[in-house]
């Protein structure tokens, strides 16, 4: 199994779309919970943070954690073409690198 | 932009040159970390600095030669390198020690061996 699994996609919506993404994980020991958003030709931006299982909203975006299921996701509201990027769930235990998802690519299509 | 700032944006270079990769942040960040990340895929990991000492090497080829001359600057010199290291390579810190805190990234260094 592997320790990380993220869809890939594409993933391609309206504008206006909710847009659900999705992580499970195997590792137990993973205590912090990250999605970042990159778009072409940059570097990784932090976008959520969170180290324990519930929602955490910022503006448009929810991140939720369920540490029973292994499973985190990122909501994105009333969603832009600006939105349109690669976005990739990261994890760690502390002390130990952080570990990526494969990143899911996001076109919101105005 | 960003809080940790890269340069150069872009570098093309021969195998044979010698050439370097600069990372700054002034964050008080104390812990900072090179990535090489290729088309379609996430970061992986080369090296860890904490308290500017080096604490990871992920199996790193020596032609990768990192370098952390203070607690605010990375360096990564790079010589007699092949096409296949052709990637973006990002930097990235972190307030303490690896990895109990979010990384915040820079937008890299996009480099091309000829």
């Known amino acids: 199994q592997k320790e990380v699994e993220q869809d890939p996609g594409p993933l391609s919506v309206p504008e206006g779309a909710i847009v659900s993404l999705n992580c499970t994980y195997s590792?137990?020991?993973?205590?912090?919970f990250m999605w970042y958003r990159q778009y072409s030709r940059k570097g990784p931006e932090l976008l959520m943070y969170?180290?324990?299982?519930g929602n955490k909203e910022d503006g448009r975006f929810t991140a939720q954690v369920d540490k029973s299921s292994k499973y985190i996701s990122l909501f994105i509201r009333d969603s832009q073409p600006s939105d349109s990027a690669t976005y990739l769930c990261?994890?760690?235990?502390?002390?130990?690198?952080?570990?990526f998802g494969k990143g899911t690519r996001l076109s919101v299509i105005a | 932009d960003t809080e940790v700032t890269q340069t150069p944006k872009h570098l093309v270079m021969g195998m044979t040159n010698k050439k370097s990769l600069k990372c700054e942040q002034h964050?008080?960040?104390?812990?900072m970390y090179w990535y090489k990340q290729k088309a379609k895929k996430p970061p992986e990991l080369m090296f860890v600095?904490?308290?500017?000492?080096?604490?990871i090497n992920e199996s790193v080829p020596s032609r990768f030669s990192p370098e952390c001359p203070n607690s605010s600057l990375l360096n990564l010199h790079l010589h007699a390198l092949q096409p296949e290291d052709s990637a973006l390579y990002l930097c990235?810190?972190?307030?303490?020690?690896?990895?109990?805190?979010?990384?915040?990234f820079g937008d890299g260094t996009r480099l091309s061996i000829l």
């Open positions: 590792n137990s020991a993973f205590q912090y």
């Open positions: 964050m008080g960040h104390r812990a």
């Open positions: 600095y904490s308290y500017e000492k080096l604490s």
């Open positions: 990261a994890f760690n235990s502390g002390n130990t690198p952080l570990v």
């Open positions: 969170t180290y324990s299982s």
């Open positions: 990235a810190s972190s307030r303490g020690t690896p990895d109990n805190q979010p990384q915040h």
